[in-house]
């Protein structure tokens, strides 16, 4: 493995430890973003999350796009050559599909859209993925709505 990509791990493990309130050990020995899945659990509205830190430039990030809705960064431990995470700005309750209301309809939608529009910027024309995970089952590791935006090599199915 490379240098860089070791580092990358690293930074995620410390961030994602953080996060969950364990320390950079116990987030080394969480083999995988399922475990770290199960071990996450549903923030109170009052307690930021790891996303709310980047909103709030508390924890660094490479922005490629933002405006008044929404915030997108590459993530740091990428699993495709584009991985970009995509959030709202406000939670709004709004911390997995599975709580989404009708008065969401908006930034849901504003979310796909901006998918499509970084997936033109990033160059992705041969197509890119898009993966929402909600809740334990589904590898939901921050209980803030984001979306996965994954491109720049060939997708395999089924994908989980």
């Given amino acids: 493995m490379n240098k ?4 990358g791990r690293i930074l995620r493990l410390k961030v994602l430890g953080s996060h969950l309130g364990v ?12 475990e770290a899945a199960l071990a996450a659990t549903p923030p109170d509205d009052d307690k930021p999350t790891i996303f ?5 430039k508390e924890i660094p990030s490479t922005v490629v796009y933002e405006d008044e809705k929404v915030l997108a960064f590459r993530d740091i431990a990428p699993q495709a050559p584009t991985h970009i995470i995509i959030i709202p700005k406000v939670r709004d309750g709004l911390t ?4 989404a209301e ?5 930034i849901l939608g504003h979310l796909l859209y901006t998918a499509k529009v970084i997936a033109k ?8 993925r898009i993966v929402i995970n909600d809740g ?3 590898c939901q590791s921050v ?3 984001h979306v996965h935006l994954l491109g720049g090599r060939q997708m395999n199915w089924p994908p989980g």
């Fill in 96 to 99: 997995g599909l599975s709580k």
């Fill in 121 to 128: 910027q990033e160059g992705l024309s041969d197509g890119f």
């Fill in 143 to 145: 209980y803030h709505l």
């Fill in 102 to 106: 009708e008065r969401h309809e908006d």
């Fill in 23 to 34: 320390t950079f050990n116990q987030a080394h020995h969480m083999a995988s973003e399922k």
């Fill in 52 to 56: 709310d830190k980047i909103l709030q």
């Fill in 4 to 7: 860089l990509l070791v580092l």
């Fill in 136 to 138: 334990p089952n589904g």
